[in-house]
Structure formats: C-alpha cells, structure tokens
C-alpha cells in the first residue's frame, strides 16, 4: 500500500511484511533503493552471495510488490531489477497484531534495520579517512537525552522528519560535483536511568 501523503513511501502491512523480513532480502532491496538498478548477479558480487539466491530472494521481492523488472537496462537474456518506491513506512500496530508470525516479522525486520543502521556508521568510522577533507568535517555521531513525555518525543520526532524531507528539495543532482549520498539515522527511545 502507498502512504497517501507520499506516493514514493510504501506503507507496510501484514503481508508486505512477510515478504521482507528477511535479512538478505532487506538488503537486496536498500541496495536497489540507494544504488539503483541491477541484476541478480551483480547484487550478489556486491553482497557476497550466490546469483541462486539473490535471484530466488528478488523474485519473493517482487511477488510482494518491492521490486519489478526495470527492462530499460536489460540486454538479451539479462534480468535488471528496481525498487519500485524509494522509502517504507512502519506501522506499530505490526508489533501487537493478533498474528504471532506478523509480530515475529515485525521483530526481526526492526532488529535488521538497527542492525543496518549501525554497520553503515561502523563502515564510516572505518573508511571515513578515504574522503575527501570536506566530508571529514561535514559528518556527525552525537546524542542528546531530554526528559520528554511519550507526546512531545512524537512532536520531536516529528519536526526532525519534516526539516530533513525539506532537503529533498534541494538535494543535488547526481551531477553536482563534490555531492554524495548522505545517510540519516536517527533513534528515539526512552532509558531506565536507576
């Protein structure tokens, strides 16, 4: 389902679910969202997997509506792959629904996010002396810790959302020099301090 306000955020639900919770199949579809399209054999190159797989993985992306054919790029016999929306949108009624499978997919698909997450910015930390200058000073890791009720860390939430979807606007063409892409992670949780 495509959120309304956002036709290039899909909405997950119940089934959606299903079909991506599945680590392999989680990373298939970032590396197609964020490196554009591909074939089963070159994504399985990029994530050190078999061409078996990936393809078997993409066509359960596509059956659930993730991915389709991009034939623009395909040549003969060769098989190109694009994500068909550029976000995905968690609904936290997925983690209380009635179905144990659907609150176990739920689990697993947050836990992959956080576990993406973090190996993004380890392999920043490691690679970050191969850029540029600029970028070394461009870049940030930091935390703040408010005391907050459940509304306005929503509220928050919220504003951070909309300020960085004002840059979507402004964001730089492929051609711009000296531009990359730029990955945001933010969490918010509450912590027990006793």
Do not use: C
Not at 72 to 83: F, L, P, V, Y
Not at 156 to 182: F, I
């Amino acid at each position: 389902m495509t959120d309304p306000q956002n036709p290039q955020v899909r909405q997950l639900d119940a089934r959606s679910l299903r079909g991506l919770a599945h680590p392999l199949r989680m990373q298939l579809l970032d590396a197609l969202r964020f490196g554009g399209p591909a074939t089963a054999s070159q994504l399985a190159v990029k994530l050190g997997e078999s061409s078996g797989a990936t393809s078997y993985h993409l066509r359960q992306l596509a059956e659930y509506g993730f991915v389709e054919d991009a034939p623009e790029r395909g040549k003969g016999r060769e098989r190109w792959w694009k994500a068909t929306h550029h976000g995905l949108r968690f609904d936290d009624a997925l983690l209380t629904d009635s179905d144990p499978a659907v609150r176990g997919a739920a689990d697993l698909y947050l836990h992959e996010i956080a576990t993406t997450q973090t190996r993004d910015l380890s392999t920043w930390l490691g690679n970050r002396d191969s850029w540029p200058e600029e970028w070394s000073r461009a870049w940030d890791m930091s935390s703040a810790t408010l005391r907050l009720t459940p509304e306005l860390t929503q509220e928050l939430v919220e504003k951070m959302h909309a300020l960085v979807e004002t840059y979507r606007d402004r964001a730089a063409s492929e051609n711009t020099p000296g531009a990359e892409q730029v990955r945001f992670h933010t969490h918010a949780f509450p912590i027990r301090t006793d």
